[in-house]
């Protein structure tokens, strides 16, 4: 049975602003129906006790000496972005106008 | 040539590096069209780097371990000033203002950097059909794929484009193109080999690896790009041992787990008689095979097609949101998926590899020294089987594709795959040994016995540049 429709496909794509044709809401619908059976395998797993780890060894924190060092070409840098000004990065305003 | 017998000879000043580059450029003019291993070569690049080698070996200054040998980048490594695309529209044109902490590693050994090669969009596939410039074709045969992701690597080294080429492994792709191309292929231990300047998939699975023609060229590889990397967060500091000294002593005392009850079933005819050679060759090399049980492992695939998913969705959200469009359907959909997953099926996908991990360290790995499996499990794919638009049962066909080299992604555990023999149509086949953490020097011993014992010269790619014979 399947777990997904291509409604919840649609309302999810939405959500994450993606818009698909209704051609690859059909394929995408059969190929995230998979994926979830995995998340479904997964979340039937009994794994009490057990606490999760990001990485499959315990890592410890390697700090690199604080010493000053040679840094990336600053024109070479700014180039890359879409949009700069007096040497900065320019982007969109996140808190609203300045007072 | 091996890459060991080219930096020898360079460093001798008896070869020059130009003529070696030389050599190359020709093949790839002669036969690059028809294979499609790079999707740029840096022409003007290899030649100042070439250059640069001999004037160091004229002035008597060393060149370093790999000077004048030819390497060949997957192209999602950063190289700066020079076009980095993941093979995806969403980063055509892009230049990095820097190397991939592998690319400067490589540069300073003496290492002369021919291009960029093609691989599945992002690293998102087995075959190096799913690219946004076309797929790459097995030298071998060029009506099927050359394995994937780092399919472009492999076949630039199984066609002599280059002696070694660099790829990257989140759940087989290093060593499955490396098996479907005839080549050693080695995904070192997770945290050995810096990731800095490699575009990510999966940031917890993510390894760098060497693809080579032999072995003893994959450990003089390693050597160059193994160690720690400052701006890796998930790099490591173990001793570096010297991967090349003892590599040729015997292995009669290691103990070797052929876990039976993971392999049968997965694999087709021809596979699992080509891998009852190695069992065979075992006895020959006398460490007796021991069936073993691993704990867990049938969920380990699809817990990793899992993580590849969410991680992957995370580092793509913001082109996801902008740039949909701009993916090949395939990755699109594999992105898509991970943004499906509800957090708590990842949590518990952690969860499951933290008991999975320390099972197999404490019991499977007290019992034996190293796990020998196949590679890849069936025939390879044409290239019109790999287009998902004609073939939709092509998804499960990648998952499938990983079924012997993903549990050891999850693991982090080093793994090497090697040639063992052909299946009846005439394409290699490959072995895989895996080990303990950090535990490459043991692994690269147990390949090279193995490759001695198999000793193939028939089943050597016949190519016509490739100066085996000089």
Known sequence: MSRISRDDVAHVARLARLELTDDELETFTDQLDAVLGHAADVEALDVAGVAPTAHPFPLTNVL??????????????????????????????AMGEAP | MTAREIAAAVRAGEHSAVAELDERLAAIDDRDGEIHAFNHVMIEEARTA???????????????????????????MC???VPTTCSSKILDGWCPPYDATVVQRLAAAGAVIVGKTNLDEFAMGS????????????????????????????????????????????????????????????????????????????????????????????????QAIAGHDAKDSASQ????????????????????????????????EDVAKTFET?????????????????EGIEMSNRVTTLLIAVEGAA??????????????????????????????????????????????????????????????????????????????????????????????????????????GRCSRGLPLGLQLVGRPFEEALLLRAARAFERCLDLPADRPEISVWRSEL
């Open chain 1, 64 to 93: 690199r000496p604080d010493e000053p060092g040679a840094t990336l070409d600053r024109a070479e840098v700014l180039a890359q972005a879409p949009s700069v000004e007096d040497d900065r990065f320019r982007v969109p305003p």
């Open chain 2, 50 to 76: 070439a250059e640069t080698v001999d004037r160091h070996v004229a002035a008597g200054e060393d060149p370093g371990p790999l000077a004048g040998v030819t390497v060949a980048l997957k192209d999602n």
């Open chain 2, 79 to 81: 190289t700066r000033g």
């Open chain 2, 127 to 222: 075959s190096t059909e799913n690219s946004a410039f076309g797929a790459t074709r097995n030298p071998h045969d060029t009506s099927r794929v050359p394995g994937g992701s780092s399919g472009g690597s492999a076949a630039s080294v199984a066609a002599g484009f280059t002696s070694l080429a660099l790829g990257s492994d989140t759940g087989g792709s290093v060593r499955l193109p490396a098996a479907a191309c005839g080549l050693v292929g080695l995904k070192p231990t997770f945290g050995l080999v810096g990731r800095s300047g490699v575009i990510p998939l999966a940031h917890s699975l993510d390894t760098v690896g060497p693809l080579t023609r032999g072995v003893r060229d994959c450990a003089l590889m390693l």
């Open chain 2, 237 to 268: 500091q173990p001793r570096i041992p010297d991967y090349l000294a003892g590599i040729e002593d015997s292995i009669t005392e290691l103990r070797v787990g052929v876990p039976r009850h993971y392999l049968d079933g997965a694999m087709d």
């Open chain 2, 278 to 294: 190695a069992v065979q060759a075992l006895k020959t090399l006398g460490p007796a095979a021991h069936e073993v049980r691993i």
């Open chain 2, 315 to 420: 580092v793509h959200s913001k082109w996801l949101e902008s740039r949909a469009g701009d993916y090949g359907s395939q990755t699109l959909g594999r992105l898509m998926a991970g943004l499906f997953v509800p957090a708590e099926a990842y949590v518990r996908a952690l969860e499951y590899r933290r008991r999975f991990l320390r099972q197999t360290l404490e019991s499977l790995f007290r019992q034996v020294d190293l796990l020998l499996t196949p590679m890849w499990p069936f025939r390879l794919p044409t290239i019109e089987e790999s287009d998902l638009g004609g073939n939709p049962g092509f998804a499960a066909m990648v998952t499938a594709s990983g079924h012997y080299s993903r549990p050891f992604n999850l693991l982090g555990l080093p793994a090497i795959t090697l040639p063992c």
